[in-house]
C-alpha cells in the first residue's frame, strides 16, 4: 500500500521496512516514522495513541468516523486486506462448490462473525464471495501490484 499511497501522492518517501507490525508502531508512536499502513485490529489497539487518517478500502463499520481515500480525493486508489480459500489448479467443481457452500454457511454463523470482528477484519460481501469473483479478482490484484512495485524500482534484496 505504501508504493501505491506514494505514487499516487507523488512523493519518494522511504519505505522502512520493520521485522513486523509491533516495531512498526513503535517507529510510528516514537516519530521516527510519518506514516505507516496497518490492518485496522493494529490501529485500534493505538487509536488514543496515533491518528487514523484514511481507510483506503470502502468504509468500515469497525471505524465509521475514520474517512475513507475515495472521500479524500483518492478515488484511484483502492486497497484492501482480503483472505480467499483456494485449491489446486483443476480441482473439480464439485469439490470447489461443496467448499464454498461451507465456507458461506461458515461465515453465517455467530462465532465466526465474532472472532472476524474481534480480529478487525469484515465478512465478504456476497457479491464478492463467489468462485467466479475470486478468478479475476486474484489476477486484477496481480496486474495493479506487478505496475506499482515496477514503478517504483523496488528489487528483491
Request: aromatic share 8%; charged share 20%; glycine share 8%.
Amino acid at each position: 500500500m505504501f508504493l501505491i499511497i506514494n505514487r499516487r501522492l507523488g512523493i519518494n518517501a522511504n519505505h522502512i521496512p520493520s521485522q513486523g507490525t509491533a516495531p512498526a508502531i513503535q517507529d510510528l508512536l516514537n516519530r521516527r516514522t510519518d506514516y505507516m499502513c496497518e490492518t485496522f485490529i493494529s490501529i485500534k489497539m493505538i487509536a488514543d495513541r496515533a491518528q487514523p487518517i484514511a481507510i483506503m478500502s470502502e468504509g468500515s463499520k469497525l471505524m465509521p468516523n475514520v474517512p475513507t481515500g475515495h472521500e479524500q480525493g483518492f478515488s484511484d486508489v483502492e486497497v484492501s486486506y482480503w483472505r480467499a480459500l483456494f485449491l489446486p489448479k483443476g480441482a473439480s467443481t464439485n469439490i470447489v462448490g461443496k467448499l464454498h457452500e461451507a465456507a458461506v454457511q461458515a461465515r453465517k454463523t455467530a462465532g465466526v462473525r465474532e472472532r472476524f470482528e474481534a480480529a478487525g477484519s469484515e465478512i465478504v460481501r456476497e457479491d464478492r464471495s463467489s468462485p467466479g469473483f475470486l478468478g479475476p479478482f486474484v489476477n486484477s490484484a496481480i496486474r495493479k501490484w506487478a505496475e506499482t512495485i515496477k514503478a517504483s524500482g523496488a528489487a528483491v534484496q
